[in-house]
């Protein structure tokens, strides 16, 4: 049987978390954390997405507010009993003056999952957005499932990024070839949104052999990355994490 699930998060300025809602495999904790953040966990509380399941998680980060939402494991796609794809949407708001930190564990794609992952995400023109992505293409020793993904970025109601990948069975030919993966099984991007970037931008440059710093028309920057595996992915944007937006 296919599992239907939305977890809900509202953040508002001073610290507060008037919604807090779980559902399903999507726990939700506010956890201790130093800085200005508020710190939010999610933990898995059972195997999932499997085939056919429809999970999503919101997140609402009021004005003023400071949120930091994070994994304690990483996410695995697993086959179900239907053949009928699984679906994982994240729809983030992020409102005036407010600032989000969306920096989940990877996704890992097992062999014979099949699993379509959305996130939309909507600024106000001032807010400040750090968002980490990590794919692992299959477990250790296997072939990798089919896996979608789209990243939606709005500011003030306009587009700022827009972008779809899919990889495994079923993606088009040459997904792992030399011009997208090379070879490599671990996939991630940094995508930074500030003010800061509108006077100075960031200047294009290379993290690395496999990763690269770009900016966007817009008060943002993205690093994306390829790497053999998912230590060395995250060695890698971690170093950008740290360079861009230190805690």
Do not use: C, N
């Amino acid at each position: 049987m296919s599992l239907r699930a939305t977890a809900r998060i509202v953040a508002e300025a001073g610290g507060a978390l008037p919604l807090l809602e779980s559902d399903g495999p999507l726990a939700l904790r506010r956890t201790r954390g130093a800085g200005p953040y508020t710190h939010v966990t999610v933990v898995g509380a059972m195997s999932a997405p499997l085939g056919g399941d429809r999970l999503a998680i919101e997140a609402d980060v009021r004005p003023g507010a400071r949120l930091r939402v994070d994994s304690a494991a990483a996410t695995i796609a697993l086959p179900g009993r239907t053949a009928e794809p699984a679906t994982y949407d994240v729809r983030l708001t992020v409102g005036a003056d407010a600032d989000l930190r969306w920096l989940p564990e990877p996704l890992v794609s097992a062999r014979g999952s099949d699993l379509r992952m959305r996130t939309t995400v909507e600024l106000a023109p001032d807010a400040r957005l750090v968002l980490r992505e990590e794919q692992i293409l299959g477990r250790h020793g296997e072939e990798p499932g089919t896996l979608t993904t789209r990243l939606t970025v709005r500011r003030a109601g306009r587009p700022l990024l827009d972008q779809e990948l899919r990889h495994g069975p079923g993606a088009p030919d040459g997904w792992d070839g030399g011009a997208v993966l090379g070879g490599h099984r671990a996939a991630g991007q940094l995508l930074f949104v500030a003010p800061q970037f509108e006077d100075k931008p960031v200047e294009t440059r290379l993290l690395g052999e496999h990763a690269v710093l770009t900016p966007l028309a817009g008060p943002a920057a993205l690093v994306t990355a390829v790497a053999p595996d998912a230590l060395r992915l995250r060695r890698v944007l971690d170093e950008a994490l740290q360079a861009l937006a230190p805690s």
